[in-house]
């Protein structure tokens, strides 16, 4: 059963999962900033990562580890990307595998790696080893708070989440920290996410399963419109939970892939509405277009539009900025087809601005949550986008953010 207690137990919900967070020195804050989830039980990984060409060193260590199709743990730290740092970057993310390894008595090659933080400098090492041998001496079932805050960079908090749900007659657990709040554009996963299961399923259906929750979840967020180099979502399934293993796509396998992407759906909206500075959270759903694509190039035009963005900030009904990044959006459109409704209220419709109540109108502008409807009128296929505003203290948080 879902309760506050478990979401707050995140990654070590389900059965045989540690994990632990630690201050290992690396952000300047001296916050929390290194964190290790582990699990005894050998685990089946799946991940997907960055499709940005200048990616971080964990990412291409990690993504090795993802072929190797096993894992016993993941060692993250914030503060320092690990990008662009070239060959000592590479090694130092070895390292970081390594050295938890050694510390758990696992190989090498079962370490997933990860990284946050500035780009172009180099790790602490020094640091480092002192703070993997801190967390995993910390490593306990109730550790998954201090891992969640020890990815965060800009997030004004950590996400976590749990589900339970019956496969094969057994209660299968879920669990997941994430971060995310700026540089956020995907084309795979945004930010950082590792998630946790109990339950037994073949590698590579673990993987099939995760792409295709990506591609309607955490692929369906922008924040900025900036992809970073170190973006990664993992899933590690260690089996503990003894339901019979999963090896075709079958009932127990969509009952698996839904609670994966309900976990996905609502780390997606989460990360979108704590954008860095946002004010709102935007649901972006368009409707009648031609192909998934279509709808959903058509929402992230909207959703990544500075002067869109800014209008709600302002709490401006200004329906024309969204209008016209429907027609940018490079997909054939009919103007005169095409209704845009804020907070169910039309204000574009027929080529021309709709009549409406501008007092319910206002409201709408308001509030916190708000839903942008569009429908194309030209097909069955639809897409949703969750973003957010642009603040003014968007602007600062990324103008201070390497000084």
Request: net charge negative; aromatic share 6%.
């Amino acid at each position: 059963m879902f309760t506050e207690e478990n979401a707050k137990k995140g990654v070590t919900f389900p059965l045989g999962f540690k994990a632990a967070g630690v201050k290992a020195g690396i952000k300047k804050s001296g916050n929390l900033d290194l964190a290790v989830i582990y699990t005894e039980k050998e685990a089946a990984v799946a991940g997907t990562f960055t499709q940005n060409q200048v990616f971080a060193a964990p990412v291409a260590v990690s993504k090795e580890v993802v072929k190797g199709g096993k894992a016993h743990a993941i060692v993250a730290n914030a503060g320092c990307a690990n990008a662009c740092t070239g060959e000592q970057g590479l090694a130092d993310a070895k390292a970081m595998a390594s050295l938890t390894a050694k510390e758990l008595g696992c190989g090498d090659t079962e370490v997933i790696v990860a990284s946050t933080g500035v780009i172009g400098v180099n790790l602490p090492m020094d640091k480092m080893a002192a703070g993997i041998k801190n967390a995993v001496s910390e490593l306990s079932e109730d550790g998954s708070s201090n891992a969640g805050n020890a990815i965060v960079t800009t997030d004004t908090y950590s996400k976590a989440c749990s589900s339970e749900v019956e496969i094969g007659g057994k209660k299968v657990r879920f669990g997941a920290i994430a971060k995310g709040s700026g540089m956020i554009q995907p084309n795979m996963a945004t930010m950082l996410c590792f998630i946790t299961t109990d339950a037994d399923i073949d590698q590579k259906l673990l993987q099939a399963a995760l792409s295709d929750v990506v591609e309607v979840t955490f692929n369906m967020i922008s924040i900025d419109g900036d992809m970073s180099t170190n973006d990664m979502a993992i899933v590690m399934a260690n089996g503990e939970a003894g339901n019979k293993k999963i090896t075709e796509k079958d009932a127990d396998y969509e009952k698996f892939a839904a609670a994966l992407k309900s976990i996905c759906t609502g780390l997606s909206q989460r990360i979108a509405a704590d954008g860095e500075g946002a004010t709102k959270f935007l649901t972006i759903n368009v409707s009648g277009a031609k192909t998934f694509a279509d709808a959903k190039q058509v929402a992230m035009s909207v959703a990544k539009s500075p002067l869109v963005k800014t209008a709600f900030f302002g709490q401006d009904p200004n329906w024309g900025r969204v209008i016209c990044a429907v027609g940018y959006a490079g997909v054939p459109i009919a103007p005169e087809k095409t209704v845009v409704k804020f907070g169910g209220i039309p204000v574009y419709a027929n080529g021309v601005g709709a009549s409406f109540d501008e007092a319910a109108l206002r409201d709408v502008m308001s509030e916190h949550d708000i839903v942008i409807d569009i429908a194309l009128g030209l097909g069955d296929a639809d897409a949703t986008v969750w973003s957010c505003d642009f603040s003014y203290e968007y602007v600062k948080i990324n103008g201070e953010y390497h000084t």
